[in-house]
């Protein structure tokens, strides 16, 4: 009767998910090369998932030369609670676009049913709060005096995401809407400045799976696909090459977007560091010189009793 309870209530937040917004087309942010290692920035289901302690930074530094490139950088620990039943997580950011500055928190709770041996399913809700700041004082214009750049936007947000996430060892598979609110700006906030909103509403879906081809390679491709109203959808595909459960090297394609590179080096049983470059292929590809983007991860524990294997997701 629990079992049945609870696949009704993840029914429930998937149905919440798409109500009101079954027009979705798709775009952009987040934005991350290594987004199948920032999971949890995603999806707040992915919490406690690994079933071990662990701790992710990962900075990136996109569009190099480009004036006001955006730079982001993303902190975010989780941890499994209760038998790996349930899973908690905290994620803390600051995401620089210009004259647009964007810093918050984010609290999450995912619960974890067992559907098979090797086969789970959980759902999460995330809660946060993000400061949304727009100097636009900053802005050189055209006409002396502009009304529409007196003064700066500065501006604490409420974001409230869903997530769904479901594993087995080999593969996953995940829905999640970040921020369902639609956070938008007063009126007072955006009299004349031509600002009228700070988050859309996104979709993502994640999937990846884990392909032996021997004692020493396994082949792990992933995708991910980035929805949100009014623009084209945008996907990421992925394949990562794993040497000896060390090393890894793999290529991405983003869709109109960017061709990448990356790598990572998992050093110990707990330590991983990864790199991934990015070259544009898009109109910006002459003005900029590229993506740089680093992550490492430390896990605290052997990862003998997770339920996902540490090296590949």
Known sequence: MKLIKLKAYLLLLAILVFINYGNLQAQTAPMYAQYMFNMMHINPAYAGSRGVPNVTALFRQQWVGLPGEPRTGVISAD???????????????????????????????????????????????????????????????????????????????????????????????????????????????????????????????????????????????????????GSNAQLDLNANLWIKNTVAVGASYRTGDAVIGMVEWQVTPQLRFGYAYEKSISKLKSFNQGSHEFMIRYEFGSGSNTILSPRYF
């Open 79 to 229: 941890m499994p609670l209760k038998n790996n039943k349930l899973g908690i997580g905290l994620q803390l950011y600051n995401d620089r676009l210009g004259i647009e500055r964007s810093t918050g928190m984010n609290l999450s709770l995912a619960t974890r049913v067992t559907l098979s041996n090797k086969a789970f399913l959980s759902a999460g809700l995330q809660a946060g709060i993000m400061n949304y700041q727009a100097n636009l004082t900053e802005v050189s214009t055209f006409t002396p005096n502009d009304p529409a750049f007196y003064n700066n936007i500065n501006k604490w947000i409420p974001l409230v995401g869903v997530g769904l996430f479901y594993n087995t060892d080999k593969f996953y598979a995940g829905i999640s809407a970040p921020d369902v609110l639609k956070s938008r700006l007063t009126a007072i906030d955006n009299v004349n400045t031509g600002v009228k909103g700070v988050n859309d509403f996104h979709v993502f879906f994640t999937s990846g799976y884990v392909f032996k081809i021997n004692e020493d390679l396994n082949l792990k491709p992933s995708m991910l696909v980035k929805m949100v109203n």
